[in-house]
């Protein structure tokens, strides 16, 4: 994992936030950790264990997390709104048995990023949306944070 991921106009790698820390055995943590912000937790949680990336973007805070498995490695891509009440949306990539180990993330412009992971020669597309469209609820209908895989070769 590079130290720090390219980043985009308007978009700012950060270091203020943290995850809380879980005890016991890995079986009987929660899926979501509460974030810590400057030392002070938030009720807000977020999926993952790890930490791995963090922005400051015009949309929100983008926050990239792991489960911290070595067996089963998935990454979660969560936006967080400025207010830090409210989780705008999550994407998640990973399959059973498998390990989705993020390597980097390389921004395009402010809205668009992409992730790659070790070992798999495909990379996802994000795209930061103004706004997700609901109905009754249901905000995966067109959510804010939409992803895509696209090949080792394709140029964004």
Request: net charge neutral; proline share 8%.
């Amino acid at each position: 994992m590079n130290d720090e991921p390219t980043s985009a106009s308007g978009v700012t790698p950060i270091h203020r936030f943290t995850l809380e820390k879980h005890h016991g055995p890995y079986e009987s943590w929660p899926p979501a950790s509460r974030l810590i912000v400057d030392g002070q937790t938030l009720p807000l949680a977020i999926p993952g264990y790890a930490l791995l990336f963090q922005f400051d973007t015009p949309s929100g805070y983008l926050f990239a997390t792991d489960f911290d498995c070595p067996f089963e490695e998935a990454a979660a891509f969560v936006l967080v709104s400025k207010n830090l009440q409210r989780v705008l949306a999550v994407r998640q990539i990973g399959a059973p048995y498998c390990s989705f180990w993020l390597d980097d993330i390389r921004w395009t412009d402010s809205t668009h990023f992409i992730a790659t992971f070790a070992d798999d020669p495909n990379r996802w597309l994000f795209t930061i949306r103004a706004y997700g469209i609901t109905w009754r609820g249901l905000r995966w209908l067109c959510p804010r944070l939409m992803m895509r895989r696209i090949g080792a070769s394709r140029h964004v």
